[in-house]
């Protein structure tokens, strides 16, 4: 079975500081990551996936095998970036979209 | 956001009735999802389409029914079945399988009266 463990339900920083939101997976194969959104009554939006490994409003993510890790990082937070942050996996294929269950980023001025 | 939609925003009902919440998407997709969002527990799969006129349970299937008889639409039912309705419900959309983006609509809050 796939799960994703998201630990904090709430995560409180300083616009300025860094930010990183912590996501851990169990799958048996080769997984792909991604992290989703949602921005105060907008909807929710794909941030991120592990493959393209790029960089979307400053948020990176690393797959860390070895510690079945996907944490979400940014450098500097900034007021927009208060939202909800989903980690979700998939096996890839046909294989279906297993959600965390979500963290609160709030960024205080 | 224009590309999926559903209807209606909120929804109420009576213990005992069933109702259906629409979702339709313009975006040539094959793929289809409903899930669930209650607070605590992120977003938990009830049905999802890979193509048309097939369809698959997610994790919590207890109590729903789904339909695919067009690409553009995947109506949900939540039937007297289901024990604890009251809940945000969202669809969404993706190219093929769950690999790939999946697009969200705005969502249906369902609340049995």
């Known amino acids: 079975a796939q799960r994703v463990t998201q630990p904090e339900k709430l995560l409180s920083v300083f616009k300025g500081a860094p930010v990183e939101l912590k996501c851990n997976y169990s799958?048996?194969?080769?997984?792909?990551l991604f992290w989703y959104v949602q921005y105060s009554r907008q909807r929710l939006q794909l941030l991120l996936r592990?493959?393209s490994r790029e960089s979307i409003k400053g948020f990176t993510a690393d797959l860390n095998k070895g510690e079945t890790s996907f944490h979400l990082k940014k450098p500097f937070a900034q007021e927009e970036d208060s939202a909800m942050y989903y980690c979700?996996?998939?096996?890839?294929?046909?294989?279906?979209?297993?959600f965390g269950t979500g963290t609160q980023l709030k960024v205080e001025l | 956001d224009g590309g999926i939609t559903q209807s209606p925003k909120y929804l109420f009902r009576k213990e005992g009735q069933n109702v259906t919440l629409s979702c339709e998407q313009n975006?040539?997709?094959?793929?289809m999802y409903w899930y669930r969002q209650d607070p605590g527990q992120g977003l938990r799969l009830i049905y999802y389409?890979?193509?048309?006129?097939?369809?698959q349970k997610g994790d919590i299937a207890e109590g729903y029914s789904v339909s695919r008889e067009k690409k553009e639409s995947f109506p949900l039912t939540v039937t007297s079945a289901q024990k604890n309705p009251t809940a945000f419900y969202l669809c969404?959309?993706?190219?093929?399988?769950?690999?790939?983006?999946?697009?969200f609509g705005p969502g249906t809050r369902l609340t049995v009266l």
């Open positions: 969404a959309s993706s190219m093929a399988s769950g690999a790939d983006t999946q697009y």
């Open positions: 975006l040539n997709h094959d793929a």
């Open positions: 799958y048996s194969g080769s997984p792909e």
């Open positions: 592990h493959i």
């Open positions: 389409s890979q193509i048309v006129n097939d369809f």
């Open positions: 979700a996996l998939t096996g890839g294929g046909g294989n279906k979209l297993t």
